[in-house]
């Protein structure tokens, strides 16, 4: 309706998945790169969740179609059935061709399908979506599948994905079998309000739009109602084009998205009693009329508003932030990747508050003497130089280890540094027999277990961004070694910003 009117071609706030319309935040893209490593390197279990609207589905949909790796993959939309209703249905969603009986005839059939699959170098991916909805006891069915193994090979990567509550069912006492055996997890947060008008701005130019159809003060108040959901932002956001091509305004104001909210949320039911009493009976109906003898008119609201009550609560759990209470906090193991990160730069920067460790919440803050450079090379027990991404064009590895610096409390790579890994992707395609190690390091301060976690999370980050340049993902070693090997003094802001890098060398150890 509202197409012709402001220009568009397309719908550009559908909630349907369509990737045209995808965007991928700074927490989306790190999940991605966390997600595909797991994958690529066969971790068994993995695990995404994030609260209603987050957009969980349209990452797994991007997922699948952009690994890198030859994958058969079988989605479970809804794992909430009976275990031979979801191994049949698994088997047909594998093209296994068969119905079974029992759970054993399963399982014979299913063994040879992985050991068949394994044997043409294919990986197989489960991906059970809506997880919350499983069961302990199906929960240990699935857990049953990946003990079909080979040598200690995995030959099958079973991938959760869930709402929060799923968190829940793993840290049940009974779940420990599972929960033990997850080693790749990552959580989605809202869009943060920075990025709530990028996100509005890219489905936009991809509907054609050439101009600013959203003043700033509408943009700020659709991230106010919507909380960041992208679910949310879709809603409103269709909702006011159409409101205001009805009205006949060219461009969307914080009034008109205001009106918008009015009009999407729920009114307030109706009194449970006394309905009546100032107007009077109500006028008899032709539904009043065949009500069975001795009903009467208070009956007739009862169902109306329950289904308003129990619409209401639903729309409220869209609203809220993620609930966040101890129980549902991450399990401390070395190797899960980190969930999230206080604070983000775009660029590099020396500051940090003195004395904290990375994921802690800024104090006082000591700026460094002077910046550090996003990429540099070094020889064996050389100091760092500075390069520029032109110079490492023809051996990246001529002057020796190449270092990449990540800003404090972050895990993103600068213009730079993705220039200087395009470069090395490009020697290392050109040479495919050469092997290289990707080795992780941060600051001395904090714990030691979150240290190594951060560290093996960047050169994992590194290693996939190779191998999603196309370089061979079995050439590329990949660890984690949080403080060790300092190049600089961790008594100084500068210093502890040089220590927390990753270093790209060939050879592995």
Known sequence: MYLSFYQLTLKPFQITTD???????????????????????DKGFLLLTGDVGTGKTALIKLLVKTIDVAAIVATIPDPGMEAIDFFNFLAAEFQMNRRFASKGEFLIEFKQ?????????????????????????????????????????????????????????????????????????????????????????????????????????????????????????????????????????????????????????????PPASGA?????????SASNAMAPAGSTRTFSWKLPVSLVLLLLLGFTSLMIYQYRSPESQRWSLEDIAPQT???????????????????????????????????????????????????????PFARGRVIIFFPYNSNDLTPQALAALDQIALFLKSNRDTKASIRGYTDAVG????????????????????????VNSSNLIAVGLGPKSPIASNDTPEGRQQNRRVEIELGQE
Not at 22 to 39: F, M, R, S
């Open 19 to 41: 990737p045209k319309f995808l965007w991928l935040g700074e927490k989306h893209t790190e999940a991605l790169a966390t997600l595909k490593y797991g994958i690529q390197e």
């Open 113 to 269: 399908f992985l050991l068949k699959a394994y044997s043409s170098r294919q990986k197989v991916l489960l991906i059970i979506d809506e997880a919350q909805r499983l069961t302990i006891e199906m929960l240990e069915q699935v857990r049953l599948l990946s003990n079909i193994e080979l040598d200690n090979r995995k030959l099958i990567n079973i991938f959760f994905v869930g709402q929060t509550e799923f968190n829940r069912v793993l840290l049940d006492e009974r779940s420990k079998a599972v929960r033990q055996r997850i080693t790749v997890s990552y959580h989605i947060e809202p869009l943060r309000e920075t990025e709530t008008p990028l996100y509005m701005r890219h489905r936009l130019n991809v509907a054609g739009s050439r101009r600013e159809i959203f003043t700033p003060e509408a943009v700020r108040q659709v991230h106010a109602f919507s909380g960041g959901y992208p679910r949310l932002i879709n809603i409103i956001c269709d909702h006011a084009l159409l409101t205001g091509y009805a009205g006949g305004a060219k461009s969307i104001d914080h009034n008109l998205i205001r009106d918008c909210e009015k009009e999407l949320r729920l009114p307030d039911p």
């Open 276 to 284: 009546y009493a100032s107007s009077g009976p109500p006028n008899p």
């Open 341 to 395: 990160y206080k604070g983000r730069s775009a660029a590099p920067t020396a500051e940090e508050p003195t004395g904290a460790a990375e994921g802690d919440e800024p104090s006082d803050v000591q700026p460094a003497s002077k910046p550090i450079p996003p990429v540099a090379v070094a020889g064996s027990g050389s100091t760092p130089e500075a390069v520029s991404s032109e110079a490492l064009a023809v051996n």
């Open 447 to 470: 714990s030691i277990t979150y240290n190594i976690s951060v560290s093996q999370f960047r050169a994992n980050s590194i290693k996939s961004y190779l191998a999603g340049k196309g």
